[in-house]
């Protein structure tokens, strides 16, 4: 059972695109929305994160928007450029407890130059 | 600071052998979370490590088991590969259960089971 589902799972943008990655989660018992950024050879890192009460979070060039009545959130990515490439994983994490994120299956970004 | 480390880097083992992985946590963390990462999945989380104890555990098989020491490194087990292991298997670290929502993760160990 796949609590958090991610699409597309590969992307391909021209250089100063806009990159879009949705998710959509299951369990109302999430309060807690990272996204993680994965390049070949290294493991994730955290990139941008958001908590349900705050429909959307800015850093540079990175924007989260969350809709918690749709159970939805999606990462956009602005100016996408060729060091942005990598696979971007959404994550949720449950209310309470130790952090551990549940993960999407990832989206392989592309960006051409 | 060197981060999250891990060892070996690579590793090829036969169906049915044991295999150890070892991972030692960012300075300051004394909490250790395994993940299997499958090609072209998300990371799975498989158990996590605090004061020397499994606290929580993913669904995985008794197969896989674990270890924290005093150090607060740790070993991830598996026992009897088989040909699904292979994956990458990361280590991540953080503080104290329930103090923070950082986490750090190790560059993986890469496990084929042939």
């Known amino acids: 059972q796949q609590q958090v589902k991610q699409s597309p799972q590969s992307l391909i943008v021209q250089k100063g695109g806009i990159s879009i990655i949705n998710c959509a989660y299951e369990n109302t018992a999430f309060d807690y929305f990272p996204w993680y950024q994965q390049f070949p050879g290294k493991g994730p890192a955290l990139l941008i994160a958001i908590r349900p009460d705050v429909s959307e979070k800015k850093e540079g060039r990175f924007t989260i928007s969350f809709n918690k009545s749709a159970k939805q959130f999606s990462l956009h990515i602005m100016d996408s450029q060729p060091g942005d490439s990598a696979t971007y994983f959404c994550a949720a994490k449950r209310t309470g407890g130790s952090y551990i994120p549940t993960f999407g299956r990832g989206t392989s970004l592309i960006v051409h130059p | 600071d060197a981060g999250v480390t891990q060892s070996p880097t690579h590793l090829i083992k036969t169906r049915g052998q044991q295999v150890t992985l070892r991972c030692s946590p960012k300075?300051?963390?004394?909490?250790v979370s395994w993940y299997q990462q499958a090609l072209g999945q998300g990371p799975q989380f498989i158990f996590q490590y605090y004061e020397e104890e499994e606290r929580q555990r993913g669904n995985f098989p008794d197969r896989f088991s674990g270890h924290q020491f005093p150090n607060y490194s740790s070993e991830l087990n598996v026992n009897a590969l088989l040909l699904g292991d292979s994956a990458l298997y990361l280590c991540?670290?953080?503080?104290?259960?329930?103090?923070?929502?950082?986490?750090?993760f190790g560059p993986g160990t890469r496990l084929t089971v042939t």
């Open positions: 300075s300051g963390h004394d909490t």
């Open positions: 991540a670290s953080s503080p104290r259960p329930g103090t923070s929502y950082e986490q750090y």
